[in-house]
């Protein structure tokens, strides 16, 4: 399968702004997704972003994608404890959906 | 409406049983996914229904697995004499129509294996 990768933890505290980094491998992606996932919880899914944008606003969560560098980042404003969690970033590249491994985001108070 | 549900939540096995997970998606979701997640892992796809067509079954680690959809709903993945590695995570989702809907999330079934 395709590769999609992101650095497995990120500390944060309570107010900053937290930014996290997944990159992919192919160039055919159409609609590139962040999820979240709280501790005993599924997926849930945050925002998305067609591959012919570069961003997206969506209250607290901006997403950037840099397609030359196939570069996908979420950043949270205003990180509150409620957001500490695991964040999954996806691919839709042909027809299939590629995960990465999650970074798991902790708020400290 | 009711989101997607995954039955049981918690599952212990010992070694060489069968088991069975179920999922119940969203009503009127004719997409069906089942995934992985092993520790420190990505979400690994191992089978994908939709509609009336063939599953997509590229995913499935072993002829160990094996999965149905019945009257286009429910799905149960049913996974023969259980090994160790086999304790995951096992994630169903579904999505109104095709591979590129968004995909919705069960909370997950926990397998170990013993």
């Known amino acids: 399968g395709e590769d999609v990768e992101q650095s497995l933890f990120l500390s944060v505290r309570e107010g900053d702004s937290s930014v996290i980094n997944c990159t992919y491998t192919?160039?055919?992606?159409?609609?590139l997704y962040w999820y979240k996932q709280e501790p005993g919880a599924g997926l849930q899914l945050l925002t998305y972003?067609?591959?012919?944008?570069d961003m997206k606003q969506d209250q607290r969560l901006t997403v950037l994608l840099n397609k030359k560098d196939k570069h996908l980042s979420l950043r949270i404003a205003d990180t509150q404890t409620g957001d500490s969690a695991i964040y999954f970033c996806a691919e839709l590249a042909g027809n299939q959906f590629y995960f990465g491994t999650g970074t798991s985001l902790t708020v400290i108070p | 409406g009711a989101g997607v549900s995954q039955s049981p939540s918690n599952k212990v096995t010992e070694k060489g049983k069968d088991v069975e997970l179920r999922c119940d998606p969203i009503s009127g979701h004719t997409a069906l996914y089942w995934y992985r997640q092993s520790l420190g892992q990505g979400l690994e796809f191992l089978i994908y229904f939709q509609g009336n067509s063939a599953p997509d079954k590229s995913g499935l680690p072993s002829d160990r697995f094996s999965a149905e959809r019945t009257g286009g709903s429910v799905s149960t993945l049913t996974i023969q004499r259980t090994q160790q590695e086999d304790s995951a995570v096992y994630l169903c989702?579904?999505?109104?129509?095709?591979?590129?809907?968004?995909?919705?999330f069960g909370p997950g079934t926990r397998l170990t294996v013993l």
């Open positions: 989702a579904s999505s109104l129509n095709s591979r590129g809907d968004t995909q919705y």
């Open positions: 972003i067609f591959s012919n944008m």
């Open positions: 192919d160039s055919s992606s159409t609609y």
